[in-house]
């Protein structure tokens, strides 16, 4: 359950009282009169109810400037509610934990372009660098815990749900803002870096793409889309382990700085498939969620757009994923040719 405050004039106070009653707040009271004439209504509201109270609330918002909406979470309650019939638990089971304003505010803050993303892209990266040329596999998934990179990701698809323009802009230039850091400060470390070997597993690992790639990060995308809205929030760890975009980033930056233009093309291809593949996953588990705007003008307008979105990204993956078959031709082709001219000796 959460903790709904809603600090309001006491004229509405009959109107609250019958929204909460109507939509199953399982306890509600006032607060003592403030000297601005204003009155909290306290409610606990379960999970199920919260997400309609909060919208229908939301219409008396727009014609009271000086009403306000507070949502806590709440530890514990004396006595427990009881769970009720085997419908009220399967019904819980597929309850979106948090409301879309709670979501949105989770989630907001990863696509926030500040200091503090930048350093952490700047950190993340060179210990990445580190870790992938030293072939040190506890390193990189260090790197891949501490960059946050995925935060604008879902954000973005997130955005797309809710038709928030806003939104939406603010996640892709923090996204194209860290990518482009984490490539950029990789060509650096290659180049000044002089004894760098890029020879390693690890580091070739992350030059050649499979079709293994593409289902890991649609699964990682749903997991991490899933986790968020249930309020597992913890299990983001492993996506972010999953996803792993940081060092393709890094190995296509480096490779860059170093001149090996098809090793670097191969990790821009991983990156880019983690991206597309992430994104998708992630908009269908919000639309199957229910995550839409409030407004049935807004809902329609995001309905209209989900088929673009949706068969945008799907229309993507398909063309990497013929990339991928393309790229595994000509590099078969590539290394037969140069064992032919070297006569049968060759190392790449």
């Not at 013929?322 to 006569?343: M, P, R, W, Y």
Request: with cysteine; charged share 15%.
């Amino acid at each position: 359950m959460r903790m709904v405050e809603v600090i309001a004039p006491e004229r509405y106070a009959k109107e609250l009282i019958g929204m909460a009653k109507f939509y199953g707040a399982d306890d509600c009271w006032w607060g003592a009169l403030g000297a601005d004439g204003r009155q909290t209504l306290y409610m606990l509201v379960p999970d199920k109810a919260r997400q309609s109270l909060l919208d229908s609330m939301q219409s008396m918002l727009d014609r009271e400037p000086s009403m306000r909406i507070v949502v806590t979470a709440v530890t514990a309650t004396l006595p427990r509610t009881e769970e009720g019939d085997e419908e009220s638990r399967q019904n819980k089971r597929n309850t979106v934990v948090s409301t879309r304003e709670e979501l949105y505010t989770d989630i907001a803050k990863g696509a926030q372009l500040d200091r503090n993303f930048l350093l952490l892209v700047v950190l993340s990266t060179i210990v990445a660098a580190i870790g992938l040329v030293s072939d040190n596999v506890a390193v990189i998934i260090g790197a891949m815990v501490i960059a946050p990179l995925l935060g604008p990701i879902m954000a973005f698809a997130f955005a797309t749900s809710l038709g928030d323009r806003g939104l939406a802009k603010q996640a892709l230039t923090a996204n194209a803002a860290g990518l482009g850091l984490a490539i950029a400060l990789s060509v650096l470390i290659s180049i000044l870096w002089a004894d760098i070997s890029l020879d390693g597993h690890e580091v070739l690992s992350r030059t050649h793409i499979e079709i293994d790639s593409v289902v890991l990060a649609l699964a990682s995308g749903a997991a991490a889309a899933l986790s968020i809205t249930t309020g597992l929030s913890s299990t983001l760890v492993g996506v972010m382990v999953a996803v792993a975009l940081l060092p393709p980033a890094a190995v296509m930056g480096m490779m860059f700085g170093q001149g090996q233009w098809i090793l670097s093309a191969g990790a821009g291809m991983i990156l880019m498939v983690n991206i597309v593949s992430v994104l998708l996953s992630a908009k269908v588990v919000f639309f199957l969620k229910g995550i839409k705007p409030r407004g049935w003008l807004e809902t329609a307008r995001v309905k209209n757009s989900m088929v673009l979105y949706i068969g945008l990204w799907a229309t993507l993956i398909v063309l990497l994923s013929v990339g991928i078959f393309l790229s595994d031709v000509l590099n078969e082709t590539f290394h037969e040719a140069i064992k032919t001219i070297n006569g049968g000796w060759f190392y790449f």
